[in-house]
């Protein structure tokens, strides 16, 4: 049975490609090109703007001077070209919030080398503070967009950095929404993420995908 093209779960539209595609980051292979890749920063509301703002002294050390400089004229968000409020960028690329270091890769236990690591995150995973990085960063691949009736969509955005990841995900079977439970569950709550793993289930079992 053909799969539709876009699934409904509670008020979320999703394209059917988010539940039948395998994603799973290589950062051996991309290092983080993602935070650097691009014209524009990352879509941020104005309450991650307050959140990142009260929690700027935990990581402002670990930020670049540029991006400092950055930072202090504009802020940590602007209205891009398109009228979307995003994280303001260094140089029309990198990320202000983008710093490099080594790390670990969880699967192989190798170490990347001076890869690009998210100051937010790391502070956040140091326990230096509660704040997360934007939703739409750690939704990536996934985009998101609000409609005035209250309705979210959810569309699988295909770049060419994330080739590997693709590949990886396959070869180690993991759905893209298994990848992303994390800021998936965050965003919409652990009953709307069940209901989405259940359409995952029956969809697997018409169409013959390994659950």
Same mark, same amino acid.
């Given at each position: 049975m053909p799969i539709p093209p876009i699934l409904q779960v509670g008020d979320v539209l999703l394209s059917s490609d988010i539940l039948t595609e395998y994603f799973c980051? +290589? /950062?051996? $292979?991309? $290092?983080?090109?993602?935070? *650097?890749?691009?014209d524009a920063g990352a879509p941020v509301t104005t309450d991650e703007i307050l959140d990142i703002e009260d929690a700027a002294d935990t990581f402002r050390n670990s930020l670049s001077p540029e991006a400092l400089l950055v930072i202090d004229k504009q802020g940590v968000a602007y209205i891009d070209q398109e009228g979307d409020l995003v994280t303001s960028i260094v140089n029309g690329k990198d990320c202000v919030f983008t710093t490099y270091g080594d790390l670990t890769d969880r699967d192989s236990g190798r170490t990347i080398r001076h890869c690009c690591l998210c100051a937010i995150e790391q502070a956040q995973g140091q326990g230096r503070t509660a704040c997360h990085k934007p939703i739409s960063c750690a939704l990536y691949p996934i985009r998101m967009k609000r409609f005035r009736d209250g309705t979210v969509g959810l569309n699988y &955005?295909?770049? +060419? *950095?994330? $080739? +590997?990841? @693709?590949? $990886?995900? @396959? @070869?180690?079977? *993991?759905? /893209? &929404? &298994?990848? /992303?439970?994390?800021?998936l569950v965050r965003l919409f709550g652990q009953p709307w993420y069940d209901e989405l793993e259940t359409l995952y289930r029956e969809i697997s079992k018409t169409n013959g995908m390994a659950p």
């Open positions: 980051c +290589d /950062l051996e $292979k991309c $290092k983080g090109a993602c935070c *650097i890749e691009g &955005h295909r770049w +060419d *950095i994330c $080739k +590997d990841a @693709r590949e $990886k995900g @396959r @070869r180690l079977n *993991i759905p /893209l &929404h &298994h990848f /992303l439970r994390g800021p």
